[in-house]
């Protein structure tokens, strides 16, 4: 049950579209408090523009726009790609990665105001309420926290238009575009609405970040990306920070049709749900970095990472990346991360991102005098009977076994 105690002063994580601004104004109708807004620059572009000045005319009494897009792509999503971690193999984790550090400036925030409570827009259905408030709660263990979905009577994004437009305020979600979205540097996603019918093809226009793989040029472009320590440094040989980086492969990987993913995952709260989204730039930088990691890492040390990459990805999915679970495991990962120094070189075509290229001058395993199929005096092909047999030794043994039953 909600905690109705006197609340003088919220820090609301604010986006200006429906769900928040409708929260704005029932935080100060329902709590009778002052409402303090606060809107994350993850990369929204344009959506930002109007944000203080709506939030003002819905209440707040002032609105915070912090620019987050360095650190963003610096501390969170490259970290993320070190792990090569997708979730269910598919999904890129972009919704996820935004929250903490959503959480963490929040937290920041409320402390500088002095607010008694934070609250947030997510649904008492989805993954974001967890990743949210277990941030909020690891930065303050005591911080009162007000989740609107979890109390009130809203039960609908009909009723929240309706109460909207009751209300004077202002929202994007129309029935002609019945779908919400969430947007940062890494991806936009898009639910609800039409889209909740799984055998539904989500239309053409709604996309953003991409053109349709069928209308990308008839011709491939090649971009090739630079690596120091697990993390993408330069894009053809340009060096750029990770905020600048992102966004340009975001602008390649978008001309050609790339990171398109209409999939069905399963919320950390029990049930499926179906996203689509765009991830151009990510898309493109997992295909990188999993090139140079194939000529530096050691097999055995790749083969150990990815069996702990699914954990690692449901970890930031469900929302523990304040946890030390996590903590652990990216220390493991980015340990041999050290090595992966090089650069591939990417095909993009009509909606896909090829390796067609990786090297690495100080630390590449590859060794073309082993590998080679012509003429060496460095492999004695006879040596492979004796590992073959000794590997075969406990098979050979279940046949003979099973010869004599």
């Known amino acids: 049950m909600a905690d109705k105690k006197p609340v003088r002063k919220v820090v609301l994580a604010y986006s200006g579209g429906l769900d928040t601004s409708i929260i704005l104004k029932w935080l100060i109708e329902e709590y009778g408090c002052e409402v303090v807004a606060f809107a994350a620059d993850l990369g929204q572009g344009e959506e930002l523009d109007h944000i203080p000045a709506k939030a003002k005319k819905t209440g707040a009494v002032t609105c915070f726009v912090e620019d987050l897009r360095e650190e963003f792509v610096r501390d969170f999503v490259f970290p993320m790609f070190r792990a090569n971690a997708i979730y269910e193999g598919r999904y890129f984790l972009g919704t996820s990665i935004a929250r903490p550090l959503i959480a963490k400036k929040q937290m ?3 402390a500088s105001v002095g607010a008694d409570a934070v609250s947030h827009g997510a649904t008492g259905k989805g993954n974001d309420q967890v990743r949210f408030e277990l941030g909020y709660y690891h930065f303050n263990p005591a911080i009162r926290v007000i989740a609107p979905w979890r109390e009130w009577s809203l039960n609908s994004r009909e009723a929240l238009i309706a109460y909207a437009k009751d209300h004077g305020i202002e929202v994007p979600v129309t029935k002609k575009r019945p779908w919400s979205s969430d947007r940062n540097l890494l991806h936009i996603s898009f639910e609800g609405g039409i889209l909740e019918d799984p055998w539904a093809e989500p239309p053409e226009e709604m996309y953003v970040l991409s053109v349709s793989p069928e209308q990308a040029p008839d011709q491939p472009e090649y971009v090739e990306i630079d690596f120091e320590r697990g993390d993408a440094v330069a894009v053809n040989g340009v060096r750029l920070s990770p905020a600048a980086l992102l966004a340009r492969l975001n602008e390649l990987g978008g001309r050609h049709g790339i990171g398109r993913v209409d999939l069905l995952e399963n919320r950390y709260v029990g049930m499926k749900s179906r996203g689509v989204y765009e991830t151009p730039g990510g898309t493109i930088l997992e295909e990188a970095h999993r090139a140079v990691e194939s000529i530096t890492l050691d097999r055995e040390v790749m083969h150990l990472r990815d069996s702990l990459v699914p954990r690692y990805a449901e970890m930031v999915y469900n929302g523990y990346w304040f946890a030390p679970e996590r903590h652990m495991l990216q220390a493991l990962f980015d340990d041999p991360q050290r090595r992966v120094n090089g650069a591939a070189r990417i095909k993009l ?45 406990r098979l050979r043994i279940q046949s003979m076994l099973a010869q004599k039953r």
Request: no cysteine; proline share 0%; charged share 25%.
């Open 108 to 110: 920041e925030i409320a």
């Open 349 to 393: 075509y009509k909606g896909s991102a090829k390796v067609v290229g990786r090297k690495s001058e100080s630390d590449s395993l590859y060794a073309a005098d082993f590998a080679t199929f012509e003429a060496d005096s460095v492999y004695n092909q006879a040596d492979a009977e004796g590992f073959i047999k000794i590997n075969a030794l």
